[in-house]
């Protein structure tokens, strides 16, 4: 799906974080957005998730459809977390399945949505291990199966890599290229790294001073 970002503003208290961003992803694009830390890119991406609102100004479209007042939850939207955000009591098993459960997914559809989702990324062995005793590589794969179970519209992906060791990170970029190649997925990547900006992207947008 294609995702459309008109004129898109956003302040905390009076600092402008966000000025008057114009964005437009097509189907299937792997857009990487590059820029320093703290120059909004995760704002921004928190924006089109619904996880912040939109009071300064506005629009969110996805297929045309204005999204920027829909719940989380309404939007088709995945987004993979910089820390992961994985549930630290829960296995493997539970914190990819653990959306599908609260929206009341039979069973049955949970159990199939989750066996595609861990041979596609080749996690089948640590469906029973919790996520401190994993490594920073596949904590990553179960982030990623946690967002590729609910079979997303577009992936966020919040420097989802810079908590791994150089070698470990040239070898998921591999890995999410060829996920990208598989899904013809819509894929918006935050990242610093100008190196990661260019193995990745089928296209690179700057961001400076949250403009």
Do not use: W
Not at 4 to 15: A, G, V
């Amino acid at each position: 799906m294609s995702l459309l970002i008109r004129n898109l503003n956003k302040s905390f208290d009076m600092f402008q974080v966000l000025k008057n961003i114009n964005l437009e992803i097509d189907l299937g694009e792997f857009l990487v957005l590059l820029g320093p830390s703290g120059c909004g890119k995760s704002t921004l991406l928190n924006c089109v998730a619904g996880l912040e609102t939109i009071e300064d100004g506005g629009r969110i479209l996805i297929n045309d459809m204005d999204v920027t007042n829909l719940a989380p939850k309404d939007r088709k939207i995945a987004m993979v977390f910089q820390s992961y955000a994985l549930y630290p009591t829960m296995n493997v098993r539970k914190n990819i399945t653990f959306g599908l459960r609260c929206r009341g997914i039979s069973k049955a559809e949970i159990e199939d949505s989750l066996r595609k989702t861990v041979e596609l990324l080749q996690i089948e062995n640590l469906l029973d291990r919790k996520p401190a005793t994993l490594s920073g590589g596949q904590r990553q794969r179960v982030a990623m199966g946690r967002a590729l179970v609910h079979k997303p519209a577009i992936f966020l992906l919040d420097e989802p890599m810079s908590n791994l060791d150089a070698k470990l990170r040239t070898e998921m970029r591999v890995e999410l290229k060829n996920l990208h190649r598989l899904l013809n997925a819509t894929i918006v990547f935050v990242t610093h790294d100008q190196v990661e900006a260019m193995s990745l992207a089928t296209r690179i947008a700057v961001l400076n001073q949250g403009a």
